[in-house]
């Protein structure tokens, strides 16, 4: 199918079929695909030469890769977004004063001076990023990888899936702390859980895995109750690799090894459409708009696709939208939630920051095309090349930021925007890495601003807390962990964990001051 370097998930004879092999193997796979990777034609002109170079990644003995290029921001700076972001953090689209601190705004409200005698929003969003997660507060091990973690959208939740074929369920206090709250065992799991998501309600939890059926858990019921969503696949051989839920809770989407997108109805227990959406493998789906009309699809192919829910059909149904821009295919999308803005993950070793309403350019599908084409490399068991790192733009990428310094390599890494969807959302972006980091980004910078260290294993999933503030990851190092902010000067020396730059260290005030729990990017 589509590409050389990706069959999206990961089966026992997929994803799992590095793992334990010998060096020659390898080796001698990388041969095959370099001389595979020689007959093709129809090369991009953006394209850079190919070379014979070392290699970095998975299987060196450092994995860290090396610096990434600056940011290029030139698209974000003439963009409605960055006077949003800007306007959310309290500093105004054109030239101000100074960035404020903590200290000062302190002695300003103390003074009087803010609005109400209180925060206004853009104070509380600067406020908040002083507060980014640098530490370990919970931490929890299991006997095999851990594939994906996932908070309600209450936030009163926490949700793992392991490789043993067991849900986790926490009860989550404020992201501070997660506490075990109850656990089953997955029905017809090949090789593992592969993706996991909540009803909007929070009462049920929809996972998926190698098997044509998608399962409906009742978190709250009395007894071990699974619901069977059957999808009717025509392959045999078949995986689901991402679901999304409507915002009622009545229909399932999902991504499928089949290269199609289908929607199952909950009430009238049927699948209603199997749409033909990719040339490859659908490794990611997601619903743009809170209202669920506008759904996402990624894929192997390089390419995310949108679709009109209103004006899909079993027959000839068509995308309303495409972005292209990478090199390889798609391993995850998180939209921000207001119908606009969504971020890719790819195996390209990027991610990539999209407005909805500016599609691909002239060419754009063909380049994209032609570049996953020319992959000649496989993500699961062998390193990333170098030129990975400094590719250019493609013909069409009509991208607002590319991100660069995670690693997407063994499976189907994750990315998330922070808290809260919609407006003034999205200040951040966390990303799994296959260094075991979780590395979190600034958005308008598109710069690494926390780079957190605990993981011995990829980290394959990520997922801020609801309220923000708080951060989990999942890991195949076969464990989850709790990420949130902790003032350096109260952790004990030679005890501090999470790593990353610190925060402004802030001068003790002349009188004690009570600062209350700030949430990063409090709604209004």
């Known amino acids: 199918m589509g590409s050389q370097s990706s069959s999206g998930g990961a089966g026992p004879e997929e994803e799992g079929r590095g793992e334990g092999q010998e060096e020659d193997d390898v080796d001698l796979r990388r041969v095959v695909a370099l ?24 299987g060196t003995a450092d994995i860290t890769p090396p610096a990434p290029p600056p940011p290029d921001t030139r698209a974000l700076d003439g963009h409605e977004l960055k006077a949003q972001l800007l306007l959310a953090r309290g500093k105004g689209a054109g030239p101000g004063p100074p960035e404020e601190h903590v200290t000062r705004l302190l002695r300003q409200r103390e003074w009087g001076r803010c609005r109400n005698s209180s925060f206004s929003y853009g104070e509380r969003s600067l406020l908040s990023s002083h507060f980014l997660p640098n530490h370990e507060a919970f931490a929890d091990s299991y006997p095999q990888k851990a594939f994906c973690g996932l908070f309600s959208p ?169 972005l292209t821009g990478h090199r390889d295919g798609i391993t995850f999308l998180h939209p921000r939630g207001d119908g606009r803005y969504v971020v890719s993950n790819s195996k390209d070793q990027t991610a990539k920051l999209w407005d909805l309403r500016r599609p691909a350019g002239p060419g754009g599908l063909e380049a994209t095309r032609r570049a996953v084409a020319r992959q000649s490399w496989d993500y699961r068991w062998q390193r990333a090349p170098r030129r990975a790192l400094t590719s250019p733009p493609l013909p069409g990428d009509t991208s607002l930021m590319t991100f660069r310094g995670h690693v997407v390599l063994n499976t189907l890494l994750r990315c998330r925007l922070a808290p809260p969807p919609g407006d003034g959302g999205g200040q951040y ?7 075991g980091a979780v590395i979190v980004y600034d958005v308008l910078t598109g710069k690494a601003v926390r780079r957190l260290t605990n993981h011995s294993g990829c980290v394959r999933d990520v997922s801020w807390h609801p309220q923000g503030g708080a951060l989990a990851s999942a890991s195949w190092d076969g464990s989850v962990r709790l990420w949130t902010y902790q003032d350096p000067q109260e952790e004990p020396m030679g005890e501090r964990r999470g790593g990353g730059d610190d925060p402004p260290k802030l001068p003790p005030p002349s009188c004690p001051i009570a600062l209350p729990p700030i949430n990063l990017c409090v709604p209004l």
């Open 154 to 322: 209450d936030g009163s939740l926490f949700v793992s899936a392991c490789q043993d074929h067991t849900l986790r369920f926490y009860w989550s206090r404020e992201g501070s702390r997660l506490r075990p709250f109850r656990s089953c065992r997955a029905r017809d799991v090949g090789w593992s859980v592969l993706d996991v998501a909540f009803s909007p309600d929070g009462a049920h939890c929809v996972y998926c895995s190698w098997a044509g059926a998608v399962h409906v858990y009742d978190i709250y019921g009395e007894g071990d109750t699974h619901t069977a969503l059957d999808l009717r696949p025509e392959e045999r051989r078949f995986a689901v690799f991402s679901l999304a839920v409507g915002p009622d809770g009545r229909e399932v989407l999902g991504g499928g090894s089949d290269g199609c997108v289908y929607l199952y109805d909950r009430e009238v227990q049927r699948r209603t459409l199997r749409v033909e959406a990719h040339e490859d493998d659908v490794n990611a789906v997601a619903l743009a708009d809170a209202g669920g009309q506008l759904l996402l699809s990624g894929g192997d192919d390089g390419v995310t696709r949108a679709w009109d829910r209103r004006c899909l059909g079993q027959d000839r149904a068509r995308p309303v939208g495409l």
């Open 35 to 58: 001389l595979l990777g020689r007959g093709r034609s129809g090369r991009d002109p953006s394209d850079e030469e190919e070379e014979e170079e070392e290699p970095w990644g998975w």
């Open 429 to 435: 972006l966390s990303a799994g890495c296959a260094t």
